[in-house]
């Protein structure tokens, strides 16, 4: 059998792999193992390929920011910045039809900020405003499907873990990517509460009413964010700036968010232990899938498939607008399955030298830009597209009176506010390119 054919055949076998319950990280690493094997015919040189690879996986700086956002995530959620942002959005939001839940796609917005992390913006916002989307009588439908699609601002809005991936892998500037993706994300919890506003219309019933709130309450609830907009500015601001590097500035960010929750007293002893333990496991998981993704991606340069696949597609002579399409629709495919952490790793060195081989009428690192933007919107939709986006299980099992097949229903506006997003920004690339083009 050929090194090609062994490339192709590689994937329907992580498929299976993956749906015997075997860890992404794991089924990568077995596959791209046993798969060098059959094309060396010896483990000599993949037992010296797993010795380099391990160290050059984990000894790259740039994968630092990582545990810093993720820390400065934990921090934040004990500085009670998630109840804040809740609390300022709903006091000038919740009066209107619908807004209790458009305030939760606010407070997401705000979090996602300061997370940088999906599932863990989902879960630390389900905490504070489920309860009070209970309490105004919202169906459980539109309150699980709105926190998980809220959730997903989390990846979107910089900083992003996903987005730091997706710059390592294609060799881009972590801070142009940041940027890009700025407006993107506003346009999401734009697009999140038009849906929220035409839903509640159509479903009057699924959505209660909360008093208008006093402007002096409205302005009190504002200054008690401003930890929120401190920490972000720092963060963002130092990075375009020129103060200090991406990951000297998820330290800053990490250093801020936890002296904010010290002072606010959301930190002793005891939670910032569990910040650290919390930090560490979910650091674990996420190198582990780099490196499994590493190890099979190089399988996979040796089987010659990215080559193949990328001179195929140029030969034929296809529009590059349809190919673009196509790889999108197979991106939202793969989120009912997969979660985007592994579909970044295991998709983006196949299909970023197919696309590059094209031409789109913009230049190499415009272009990379604009393709990973989509590609992470079209991740974010996977994470809340039934029946496994990891978004919906989140929050289903915060929510268990409510049937998983109503968050299916509920999330489904979402899913098409999303749609119509990613149309408009693959028709209109200046949107995303706009601020970075403006700042660079």
């Not at 690493?29 to 996986?57: A, D, H, N, Q």
């Not at 919202?138 to 996903?162: E, F, H, M, Q």
């Not at 001179?311 to 399409?325: K, R």
């Amino acid at each position: 059998m050929s090194g090609l054919e062994l490339g192709i055949l590689s994937f329907p076998v992580l498929i299976f792999l993956i749906f015997l319950r075997i860890p992404i990280g794991l089924a990568m690493l077995i596959c791209g193992m046993v798969g060098s094997y059959l094309i060396f015919g010896s483990w000599t040189p993949i037992l010296s390929r797993l010795k380099g690879e391990t160290y050059s996986t984990f000894s790259n700086y740039s994968l630092s920011i990582i545990p810093l956002f993720l820390l400065m995530g934990q921090f934040a959620t004990m500085g009670g910045m998630s109840q804040a942002l809740f609390k300022a959005a709903e006091t000038w939001l919740g009066h209107r039809k619908g807004g209790v839940a458009m305030a939760a796609v606010g407070a997401c917005a705000g979090f996602g900020a300061i997370c940088g992390s999906s599932l863990a913006t989902a879960a630390t916002m389900s905490q504070v405003a489920l309860p009070e989307l209970k309490r105004y009588g919202y169906s459980g439908s539109l309150a699980t499907g709105t926190l998980a699609a809220g959730g997903t601002l989390g990846i979107l809005i910089p900083p992003s873990v996903i987005l730091v991936i997706y710059a390592i892998l294609t060799e881009q500037n972590i801070a142009k990517l940041f940027v890009a993706a700025f407006i993107p994300g506003i346009l999401a919890a734009i697009g999140y509460m038009i849906a929220i506003a035409i839903y509640v219309r159509l479903f009057p019933e699924s959505a209660g009413s909360r008093e208008r709130a006093p402007y002096a309450e409205r302005f009190a609830a504002l200054v008690d964010v401003w930890p929120v907009l401190l920490v972000f500015l720092a963060v963002v601001g130092g990075i375009y700036l020129g103060w200090f590097t991406p990951t000297e500035g998820a330290a800053v960010g990490a250093a801020g968010t936890g002296l904010i929750a010290l002072i606010n007293g959301g930190l002793n002893r005891h939670t910032f232990i569990a910040c650290i333990l919390a930090t560490a496991s979910s650091t674990a998981m996420i190198f582990f899938i780099v490196f499994g993704a590493s190890m099979f991606n190089s399988f996979l340069a040796l089987s010659q498939l990215p080559q193949t696949a990328a001179a195929f597609v140029s030969e034929q002579g296809f529009n590059p607008w349809l190919v673009l399409t196509m790889i999108l629709v197979l991106y939202l495919l793969f989120g009912c399955v997969m979660d985007s952490l592994s579909m970044i790793l295991l998709t983006v060195p196949i299909f970023f030298p197919i696309v590059t081989a094209l031409d789109y009428g913009l230049s190499p690192e415009e272009f990379a830009i604009w393709f990973g933007i989509l590609v992470l919107i079209v991740v974010e939709v996977g994470l809340i597209t039934p029946p496994v986006g990891m978004n919906l299980f989140v929050i289903n099992s915060m929510a268990k009176e409510t049937p998983i097949h109503h968050t299916y229903r509920g999330v489904l506006p979402f899913v098409t506010s999303d749609i119509i997003r990613v149309a408009i920004l693959t028709a209109f690339p200046v949107i995303t390119l706009g601020l970075m083009r403006l700042l660079y």
